[in-house]
């Protein structure tokens, strides 16, 4: 069974950085895309990262580009997203997706295969 897990979001001040992370099972990840999304409250689902089964190919959105980075560990099975210079516009319930393929998309409907979600408050 295909499945992700993502964990890390927590209560973080502005300007703190915090590392949430998707775990997959189910999957052989070399051939695998995944993608990290949010959603605020009241607001639509957005996509903040991308990153390919081609090593080196990520996308970041334009808000979060310099201040996040996306990882992927294929013998952890595991996808990273590391926050940095948070700020309280980056509270939302944080979510990890997965495609097979060889390139991602920031677009949520490329994605088949998605977490829970994990909750990133940025607040002082």
């Known amino acids: 069974q295909l499945q992700l897990v993502e964990s890390g979001g927590g209560l973080v001040q502005p300007g703190g950085s915090l590392r949430v992370s998707c775990e997959a099972s189910g999957f052989t990840l070399n051939s695998v895309t995944f993608g990290w999304f949010r959603q605020a409250p009241g607001k639509e689902r957005e996509g903040v990262s991308c990153i390919s089964s081609i090593p080196g190919r990520t996308q970041y959105a334009e808000d979060v580009k310099g201040r996040f980075t996306i990882s992927r560990d294929n013998a952890k099975a595991t996808v990273y997203l590391q926050m940095n210079s948070l700020k309280p516009e980056d509270t939302a319930v944080y979510y990890c997706?997965?495609?097979?393929?060889?390139?991602?998309?920031?677009?949520?409907?490329?994605?088949?295969?998605w977490g829970q979600g994990t909750q990133v408050t940025v607040s002082s």
């Open positions: 997706a997965a495609q097979t393929g060889y390139y991602c998309s920031m677009h949520d409907a490329a994605y088949a295969y």
